[in-house]
Protein backbone atom coordinates (compact mmCIF):
# COMPACT_ATOMS: atom_id res chain seq x y z
CA UNK A 1 0.00 0.00 0.00
CA UNK A 2 1.51 3.17 -0.70
CA UNK A 3 0.91 6.12 1.66
CA UNK A 4 1.12 9.62 0.98
CA UNK A 5 2.87 11.43 3.70
CA UNK A 6 3.11 14.82 4.07
CA UNK A 7 4.91 17.18 6.11
CA UNK A 8 2.61 20.46 6.00
CA UNK A 9 0.68 22.35 3.37
CA UNK A 10 -1.13 25.43 2.39
CA UNK A 11 -4.01 24.57 4.78
CA UNK A 12 -2.39 23.09 7.44
CA UNK A 13 -2.29 24.56 11.21
CA UNK A 14 0.28 27.64 11.07
CA UNK A 15 3.07 25.70 13.43
CA UNK A 16 2.87 21.80 13.35
CA UNK A 17 3.85 22.08 17.34
CA UNK A 18 2.04 24.33 18.74
CA UNK A 19 -0.68 22.23 20.96
CA UNK A 20 -2.08 25.07 23.36
CA UNK A 21 -5.18 26.42 23.90
CA UNK A 22 -5.47 29.67 22.31
CA UNK A 23 -7.04 32.21 24.78
CA UNK A 24 -9.11 33.26 21.99
CA UNK A 25 -10.34 29.55 22.16
CA UNK A 26 -11.37 29.41 26.08
CA UNK A 27 -14.93 30.11 26.07
CA UNK A 28 -16.34 26.46 26.50
CA UNK A 29 -13.42 24.36 25.53
CA UNK A 30 -12.21 25.55 29.07
CA UNK A 31 -15.20 24.41 31.26
CA UNK A 32 -13.00 21.57 31.31
CA UNK A 33 -10.33 19.88 29.30
CA UNK A 34 -7.75 16.84 29.19
CA UNK A 35 -4.23 18.72 29.80
CA UNK A 36 -3.04 16.14 25.76
CA UNK A 37 -6.66 16.90 24.42
CA UNK A 38 -5.80 18.29 20.65
CA UNK A 39 -6.05 22.18 19.88
CA UNK A 40 -9.66 23.73 18.86
CA UNK A 41 -7.57 25.35 15.76
CA UNK A 42 -6.47 21.66 14.48
CA UNK A 43 -10.18 20.81 14.73
CA UNK A 44 -10.90 24.23 12.31
CA UNK A 45 -8.37 23.43 9.92
CA UNK A 46 -9.62 20.31 9.01
CA UNK A 47 -12.64 21.13 8.75
CA UNK A 48 -12.05 23.53 6.22
CA UNK A 49 -9.92 21.08 4.46
CA UNK A 50 -13.10 18.45 4.64
CA UNK A 51 -14.86 21.28 3.07
CA UNK A 52 -17.28 21.09 5.77
CA UNK A 53 -20.28 23.26 5.46
CA UNK A 54 -23.59 24.17 7.11
CA UNK A 55 -26.40 21.21 7.39
CA UNK A 56 -23.44 18.61 7.72
CA UNK A 57 -22.92 16.15 10.24
CA UNK A 58 -19.53 15.65 12.16
CA UNK A 59 -18.65 12.78 14.70
CA UNK A 60 -16.09 12.43 17.08
CA UNK A 61 -16.28 8.40 18.24
CA UNK A 62 -13.29 9.26 20.63
CA UNK A 63 -14.92 12.44 21.95
CA UNK A 64 -13.04 12.94 25.19
CA UNK A 65 -14.18 16.24 26.62
CA UNK A 66 -15.79 17.28 23.58
CA UNK A 67 -13.14 19.14 21.51
CA UNK A 68 -14.45 18.16 18.46
CA UNK A 69 -18.03 18.48 19.29
CA UNK A 70 -17.77 21.95 20.73
CA UNK A 71 -15.94 23.32 17.60
CA UNK A 72 -18.90 21.93 15.25
CA UNK A 73 -21.54 23.30 17.67
CA UNK A 74 -19.16 26.96 17.31
CA UNK A 75 -19.11 26.83 13.31
CA UNK A 76 -22.63 25.60 13.01
CA UNK A 77 -22.59 22.11 12.47
CA UNK A 78 -24.71 19.45 13.73
CA UNK A 79 -22.39 16.27 15.82
CA UNK A 80 -22.64 12.83 17.78
CA UNK A 81 -19.93 12.36 20.12
CA UNK A 82 -19.15 8.98 21.70
CA UNK A 83 -17.43 8.20 24.90
CA UNK A 84 -17.06 5.57 26.94
CA UNK A 85 -15.25 6.97 30.08
CA UNK A 86 -18.34 8.72 32.37
CA UNK A 87 -16.05 11.99 33.35
CA UNK A 88 -15.02 12.89 29.88
CA UNK A 89 -18.85 12.17 28.50
CA UNK A 90 -20.17 14.35 31.37
CA UNK A 91 -17.93 17.48 30.25
CA UNK A 92 -18.98 16.90 26.62
CA UNK A 93 -22.67 16.67 27.15
CA UNK A 94 -22.24 20.00 29.49
CA UNK A 95 -20.24 21.81 27.06
CA UNK A 96 -22.31 21.06 24.33
CA UNK A 97 -25.42 22.09 26.19
CA UNK A 98 -25.93 26.10 26.15
CA UNK A 99 -29.63 26.21 26.60
CA UNK A 100 -28.95 27.08 30.17
CA UNK A 101 -29.88 30.38 31.24
CA UNK A 102 -26.52 31.93 32.21
CA UNK A 103 -28.41 34.11 35.23
CA UNK A 104 -30.25 31.05 36.40
CA UNK A 105 -26.55 29.57 37.14
CA UNK A 106 -24.96 32.54 38.58
CA UNK A 107 -27.53 33.16 40.92
CA UNK A 108 -27.60 29.45 41.76
CA UNK A 109 -23.62 29.19 42.22
CA UNK A 110 -23.72 32.14 44.15
CA UNK A 111 -26.50 30.95 46.13
CA UNK A 112 -24.39 27.68 46.83
CA UNK A 113 -21.43 29.81 47.65
CA UNK A 114 -22.50 31.24 50.64
CA UNK A 115 -24.53 28.21 52.16
CA UNK A 116 -21.26 26.62 52.10
CA UNK A 117 -19.20 29.99 53.41
CA UNK A 118 -21.73 30.29 56.33
CA UNK A 119 -20.98 26.55 57.17
CA UNK A 120 -17.78 26.61 57.06
CA UNK A 121 -17.89 30.07 59.53
CA UNK A 122 -19.96 27.75 61.87
CA UNK A 123 -17.88 25.02 62.16
CA UNK A 124 -15.37 27.57 62.96
CA UNK A 125 -13.29 27.06 59.56
CA UNK A 126 -11.88 29.57 58.04
CA UNK A 127 -11.19 30.72 54.72
CA UNK A 128 -7.42 29.65 53.91
CA UNK A 129 -4.85 32.65 53.81
CA UNK A 130 -2.73 32.56 50.78
CA UNK A 131 0.36 31.62 53.65
CA UNK A 132 -0.81 28.27 54.48
CA UNK A 133 -2.08 27.24 51.08
CA UNK A 134 0.98 24.67 50.29
CA UNK A 135 3.04 23.78 53.51
CA UNK A 136 4.33 19.32 53.53
CA UNK A 137 1.89 18.75 56.72
CA UNK A 138 -1.25 16.97 56.42
CA UNK A 139 -4.16 18.05 58.67
CA UNK A 140 -6.36 15.75 60.14
CA UNK A 141 -9.52 17.08 62.06
CA UNK A 142 -12.18 16.08 63.90
CA UNK A 143 -15.54 16.44 61.96
CA UNK A 144 -14.33 16.77 57.89
CA UNK A 145 -16.33 15.33 55.78
CA UNK A 146 -14.11 12.42 53.99
CA UNK A 147 -14.50 9.60 51.27
CA UNK A 148 -15.45 6.20 52.06
CA UNK A 149 -12.98 3.11 52.05
CA UNK A 150 -14.03 2.23 48.49
CA UNK A 151 -13.80 5.50 47.37
CA UNK A 152 -9.87 6.07 49.30
CA UNK A 153 -8.95 2.99 47.53
CA UNK A 154 -9.71 4.52 43.96
CA UNK A 155 -7.93 7.71 43.95
CA UNK A 156 -4.30 7.97 43.86
CA UNK A 157 -2.70 8.71 47.77
CA UNK A 158 -2.50 11.73 48.48
CA UNK A 159 -4.25 13.45 45.70
CA UNK A 160 -6.10 15.61 47.65
CA UNK A 161 -5.60 17.25 51.20
CA UNK A 162 -8.10 17.02 53.95
CA UNK A 163 -9.25 20.73 53.81
CA UNK A 164 -9.97 21.24 50.48
CA UNK A 165 -11.80 17.66 50.20
CA UNK A 166 -14.14 18.82 53.10
CA UNK A 167 -14.98 22.11 51.23
CA UNK A 168 -15.37 19.73 47.90
CA UNK A 169 -17.75 17.72 49.74
CA UNK A 170 -19.86 20.05 51.32
CA UNK A 171 -19.77 21.94 47.60
CA UNK A 172 -20.99 18.45 46.34
CA UNK A 173 -23.75 18.28 48.53
CA UNK A 174 -25.11 21.93 48.35
CA UNK A 175 -25.16 21.44 44.05
CA UNK A 176 -26.94 17.92 44.92
CA UNK A 177 -29.85 20.08 46.74
CA UNK A 178 -29.99 22.85 43.77
CA UNK A 179 -32.44 23.04 40.75
CA UNK A 180 -31.27 20.23 38.47
CA UNK A 181 -31.19 22.06 35.29
CA UNK A 182 -27.78 24.18 36.58
CA UNK A 183 -27.13 20.39 38.95
CA UNK A 184 -24.48 19.17 35.43
CA UNK A 185 -23.27 22.71 34.79
CA UNK A 186 -21.67 22.95 38.51
CA UNK A 187 -20.67 19.14 38.65
CA UNK A 188 -18.56 20.00 35.89
CA UNK A 189 -17.14 23.29 37.34
CA UNK A 190 -16.56 21.63 40.51
CA UNK A 191 -14.77 18.84 38.56
CA UNK A 192 -12.68 21.74 37.15
CA UNK A 193 -11.91 22.80 40.90
CA UNK A 194 -10.34 19.54 41.78
CA UNK A 195 -8.08 19.18 38.78
CA UNK A 196 -7.09 23.15 38.88
CA UNK A 197 -7.03 23.95 42.40
CA UNK A 198 -8.31 21.82 45.10
CA UNK A 199 -6.16 18.62 44.34
CA UNK A 200 -2.94 18.13 44.52
CA UNK A 201 -2.31 16.86 40.80
CA UNK A 202 0.05 17.41 38.10
CA UNK A 203 0.53 16.47 34.65
CA UNK A 204 3.15 16.00 32.57
CA UNK A 205 1.72 13.88 30.58
CA UNK A 206 1.35 11.40 33.07
CA UNK A 207 -0.96 12.30 36.34
CA UNK A 208 1.23 12.56 39.32
CA UNK A 209 1.20 14.33 43.28
CA UNK A 210 2.14 17.40 43.86
CA UNK A 211 3.06 18.89 47.27
CA UNK A 212 0.43 18.93 49.50
CA UNK A 213 -2.41 21.88 50.07
CA UNK A 214 -3.13 22.28 53.55
CA UNK A 215 -5.79 24.25 52.54
CA UNK A 216 -7.23 26.10 49.21
CA UNK A 217 -10.37 28.68 48.74
CA UNK A 218 -12.40 26.38 46.80
CA UNK A 219 -15.58 27.77 46.75
CA UNK A 220 -13.59 31.00 45.39
CA UNK A 221 -12.01 28.88 42.60
CA UNK A 222 -15.39 27.25 41.84
CA UNK A 223 -17.42 30.34 42.22
CA UNK A 224 -15.24 31.90 39.75
CA UNK A 225 -15.31 29.08 37.16
CA UNK A 226 -18.92 29.15 37.18
CA UNK A 227 -18.83 32.54 36.38
CA UNK A 228 -16.59 32.32 33.30
CA UNK A 229 -18.68 29.41 32.21
CA UNK A 230 -22.00 31.46 32.52
CA UNK A 231 -20.18 34.14 30.62
CA UNK A 232 -19.61 31.76 28.01
CA UNK A 233 -22.90 30.80 27.74
CA UNK A 234 -23.72 34.70 27.23
CA UNK A 235 -21.59 34.98 24.49
CA UNK A 236 -23.05 31.75 22.56
CA UNK A 237 -26.56 31.07 23.26
CA UNK A 238 -27.25 31.55 19.76
CA UNK A 239 -25.76 28.56 18.62
CA UNK A 240 -27.99 26.58 21.64
CA UNK A 241 -30.03 25.17 19.03
CA UNK A 242 -27.43 23.52 17.14
CA UNK A 243 -27.84 19.44 17.91
CA UNK A 244 -24.74 17.88 19.30
CA UNK A 245 -26.00 14.50 21.13
CA UNK A 246 -23.60 12.39 23.39
CA UNK A 247 -23.37 8.86 23.43
CA UNK A 248 -22.04 7.02 26.54
CA UNK A 249 -20.86 4.24 24.55
CA UNK A 250 -17.68 2.10 23.66
CA UNK A 251 -16.41 3.37 19.82
CA UNK A 252 -16.31 -0.22 18.82
CA UNK A 253 -19.99 -1.02 19.32
CA UNK A 254 -21.73 2.23 17.68
CA UNK A 255 -24.91 3.01 19.60
CA UNK A 256 -28.10 2.29 17.33
CA UNK A 257 -29.24 5.73 18.47
CA UNK A 258 -26.49 7.16 15.66
CA UNK A 259 -28.70 7.13 12.16
CA UNK A 260 -27.59 4.86 9.48
CA UNK A 261 -25.67 6.69 7.00
CA UNK A 262 -26.12 10.30 9.22
CA UNK A 263 -22.31 11.54 9.20
CA UNK A 264 -20.24 13.39 6.82
CA UNK A 265 -17.24 13.81 8.62
CA UNK A 266 -15.46 12.43 11.19
CA UNK A 267 -12.46 13.94 13.30
CA UNK A 268 -11.34 11.93 16.61
CA UNK A 269 -8.09 11.28 18.59
CA UNK A 270 -8.41 7.48 19.97
CA UNK A 271 -6.12 6.12 22.21
CA UNK A 272 -2.51 5.34 21.22
CA UNK A 273 -1.08 1.70 22.21
CA UNK A 274 1.36 2.50 25.29
CA UNK A 275 1.48 2.02 29.06
CA UNK A 276 -0.91 5.40 29.52
CA UNK A 277 -4.00 4.25 31.83
CA UNK A 278 -6.66 6.99 30.58
CA UNK A 279 -8.67 6.32 33.84
CA UNK A 280 -6.12 6.91 36.05
CA UNK A 281 -6.79 11.28 33.88
CA UNK A 282 -9.96 11.62 35.45
CA UNK A 283 -10.07 9.42 38.43
CA UNK A 284 -9.94 12.06 41.39
CA UNK A 285 -13.13 13.85 39.64
CA UNK A 286 -14.55 10.47 38.79
CA UNK A 287 -14.72 9.49 42.14
CA UNK A 288 -15.65 12.42 43.93
CA UNK A 289 -18.57 12.87 41.78
CA UNK A 290 -19.62 9.06 42.06
CA UNK A 291 -19.27 8.19 38.33
CA UNK A 292 -16.86 5.89 39.84
CA UNK A 293 -17.90 4.22 43.18
CA UNK A 294 -16.42 0.77 43.20
CA UNK A 295 -13.03 -1.25 41.72
CA UNK A 296 -16.21 -3.38 39.66
CA UNK A 297 -17.13 0.05 38.47
CA UNK A 298 -13.94 1.11 37.24
CA UNK A 299 -13.32 -2.97 35.35
CA UNK A 300 -16.63 -2.39 33.85
CA UNK A 301 -15.70 0.59 32.21
CA UNK A 302 -11.89 -0.16 31.29
CA UNK A 303 -13.41 -3.23 29.48
CA UNK A 304 -15.38 -0.59 27.08
CA UNK A 305 -12.48 1.51 25.97
CA UNK A 306 -9.77 0.41 23.35
CA UNK A 307 -7.33 -1.97 25.02
CA UNK A 308 -4.23 0.40 24.28
CA UNK A 309 -2.62 -0.82 27.54
CA UNK A 310 -1.79 -3.71 29.64
CA UNK A 311 -4.11 -2.33 32.61
CA UNK A 312 -7.18 -3.24 31.03
CA UNK A 313 -6.12 -6.29 29.21
CA UNK A 314 -8.91 -9.06 29.92
CA UNK A 315 -8.70 -12.95 29.80
CA UNK A 316 -11.62 -13.32 27.42
CA UNK A 317 -10.21 -10.43 25.00
CA UNK A 318 -10.63 -11.21 21.42
CA UNK A 319 -10.05 -8.05 19.46
CA UNK A 320 -6.70 -9.67 18.02
CA UNK A 321 -8.45 -11.77 15.63
CA UNK A 322 -9.81 -8.81 13.74
CA UNK A 323 -5.99 -8.25 12.66
CA UNK A 324 -4.28 -11.56 12.12
CA UNK A 325 -4.25 -10.90 8.38
CA UNK A 326 -1.86 -7.72 8.97
CA UNK A 327 1.52 -9.09 8.46
CA UNK A 328 2.76 -5.68 9.63
CA UNK A 329 1.10 -5.66 13.15
CA UNK A 330 2.53 -9.76 13.49
CA UNK A 331 5.80 -8.89 13.01
CA UNK A 332 5.40 -5.95 15.78
CA UNK A 333 4.10 -8.14 18.21
CA UNK A 334 6.30 -11.09 17.39
CA UNK A 335 9.35 -8.69 17.94
CA UNK A 336 8.36 -6.95 21.33
CA UNK A 337 7.69 -10.79 21.89
CA UNK A 338 11.12 -11.88 21.23
CA UNK A 339 12.94 -9.09 23.07
CA UNK A 340 10.62 -9.43 26.28
CA UNK A 341 12.47 -13.15 26.48
CA UNK A 342 15.95 -11.78 24.99
CA UNK A 343 16.12 -9.47 27.89
CA UNK A 344 14.78 -12.02 30.52
CA UNK A 345 11.70 -9.49 31.39
CA UNK A 346 9.23 -11.70 33.23
CA UNK A 347 6.60 -9.50 34.89
CA UNK A 348 2.83 -10.11 34.31
CA UNK A 349 2.49 -6.55 32.62
CA UNK A 350 5.73 -7.12 30.16
CA UNK A 351 4.17 -10.49 29.17
CA UNK A 352 1.36 -8.62 27.98
CA UNK A 353 3.28 -6.30 25.59
CA UNK A 354 2.66 -7.95 22.46
CA UNK A 355 -0.89 -9.15 22.91
CA UNK A 356 -1.82 -5.50 24.30
CA UNK A 357 -0.13 -4.64 20.67
CA UNK A 358 -2.28 -6.58 18.90
CA UNK A 359 -5.61 -6.15 20.64
CA UNK A 360 -4.76 -2.16 20.35
CA UNK A 361 -5.30 -2.44 16.63
CA UNK A 362 -7.94 -5.28 16.24
CA UNK A 363 -9.83 -3.14 18.66
CA UNK A 364 -9.54 -0.24 16.01
CA UNK A 365 -10.62 -2.73 13.40
CA UNK A 366 -13.66 -3.27 15.16
CA UNK A 367 -14.27 0.28 15.20
CA UNK A 368 -13.67 1.02 11.47
CA UNK A 369 -16.56 -1.88 10.75
CA UNK A 370 -18.73 -0.35 13.03
CA UNK A 371 -18.20 2.96 11.45
CA UNK A 372 -19.37 1.90 8.19
CA UNK A 373 -22.84 1.73 9.31
CA UNK A 374 -23.37 5.38 10.01
CA UNK A 375 -21.03 6.89 7.24
CA UNK A 376 -22.03 8.42 4.25
CA UNK A 377 -20.43 7.62 0.94
CA UNK A 378 -18.09 9.96 0.52
CA UNK A 379 -17.40 10.94 4.42
CA UNK A 380 -13.80 12.05 4.98
CA UNK A 381 -12.39 10.89 8.39
CA UNK A 382 -9.61 12.39 10.36
CA UNK A 383 -7.97 10.24 13.06
CA UNK A 384 -5.08 12.36 15.42
CA UNK A 385 -2.42 9.30 16.53
CA UNK A 386 1.56 8.99 17.54
CA UNK A 387 4.18 7.01 17.25
CA UNK A 388 5.12 5.33 20.44
CA UNK A 389 7.83 2.91 21.72
CA UNK A 390 6.46 1.71 25.05
CA UNK A 391 7.07 -2.06 24.42
CA UNK A 392 10.58 -2.54 25.12
CA UNK A 393 11.48 0.51 22.67
CA UNK A 394 9.99 -1.30 19.50
CA UNK A 395 9.01 1.58 17.36
CA UNK A 396 5.22 1.30 16.38
CA UNK A 397 4.29 3.48 13.26
CA UNK A 398 0.81 3.82 14.91
CA UNK A 399 -0.43 6.31 12.16
CA UNK A 400 0.60 4.10 9.01
CA UNK A 401 -0.47 0.23 10.91
CA UNK A 402 -3.72 2.41 11.52
CA UNK A 403 -3.76 2.88 7.72
CA UNK A 404 -3.49 -0.35 6.80
CA UNK A 405 -6.14 -1.50 8.63
CA UNK A 406 -8.52 1.08 7.63
CA UNK A 407 -8.04 -0.15 4.51
CA UNK A 408 -8.17 -3.66 5.15
CA UNK A 409 -11.56 -2.69 6.27
CA UNK A 410 -12.83 -0.81 3.15
CA UNK A 411 -11.72 2.59 3.38
CA UNK A 412 -9.71 4.89 1.28
CA UNK A 413 -6.29 6.15 2.71
CA UNK A 414 -5.96 9.99 1.40
CA UNK A 415 -3.00 10.89 3.32
CA UNK A 416 -1.04 10.86 6.31
CA UNK A 417 0.02 14.69 7.35
CA UNK A 418 2.64 15.36 10.03
CA UNK A 419 0.63 17.52 13.37
CA UNK A 420 3.71 17.33 15.37
CA UNK A 421 6.53 15.68 16.80
CA UNK A 422 8.31 14.78 19.70
CA UNK A 423 11.86 13.78 20.62
CA UNK A 424 11.78 10.24 22.91
CA UNK A 425 14.80 10.16 25.19
CA UNK A 426 14.79 6.55 25.66
CA UNK A 427 15.06 5.64 21.73
CA UNK A 428 16.42 8.44 21.10
CA UNK A 429 14.27 8.92 17.90
CA UNK A 430 12.03 11.25 16.91
CA UNK A 431 7.57 10.21 17.47
CA UNK A 432 5.37 11.29 14.81
CA UNK A 433 2.08 12.60 15.46
CA UNK A 434 0.30 12.71 12.30
CA UNK A 435 -3.69 12.76 11.13
CA UNK A 436 -4.50 9.39 9.01
CA UNK A 437 -7.11 11.08 6.82
CA UNK A 438 -9.92 8.23 4.93
CA UNK A 439 -12.57 8.44 3.05
CA UNK A 440 -15.56 5.79 2.61
CA UNK A 441 -16.73 5.09 -0.83
CA UNK A 442 -19.61 3.58 0.25
CA UNK A 443 -20.56 -0.34 0.92
Same mark, same amino acid.
Given at each position: ???????????????????????????????????????????????????????????????????????? =?????????????????????????????????????RKIADEANT????????????????? =????????????????????????????????VLVLKLLIS????????????????????????????????????????? @?????????????????????????????????????????????? +??????????????????????? @?????????????????????????? @?????? +???? @??????????? =?????????????????KLYHRVTKL???????????????? =????????????????????????????????????????????????????????????????????
Amino acid at each position: MAIKIQETDSWSISSPLHNKLAIVDRPIHAWYRFVLSFPPHLVRSYFENFGAEEGKVVMDPFCGTGTTLVEA =KKLGFASHGIEANPMAALASAVKTDWTLNAVTLRVASRKIADEANTRFRKERFPAPHPATDVI =KEQSSLFGLLDLNTDQRKLILENSISDRPLHRVLVLKLLISKAEASVQDHLRLALAWTLVNSAGNLRFGPEVGITAPKFDVD @VVGDWLSQVERMADDLDEWRCNAGIEARVHPGDARSIPGSVPDQSV +DFVFTSPPYPNEKDYTRTTRLES @VILDLIRTRSELKHLKQGLVRSNTRN @VYVGDD +DHLF @VESVPEIQRIA =KEIEERRIEQGKTSGFEKLYHRVTKLYFGGMAKHFREMRRVL =KPGAVLGYVVGDQASYLRVMIRTGQLLAQVAEQEGYVVERIDLFRTRYATATKQQLREEVVVLRWPGA
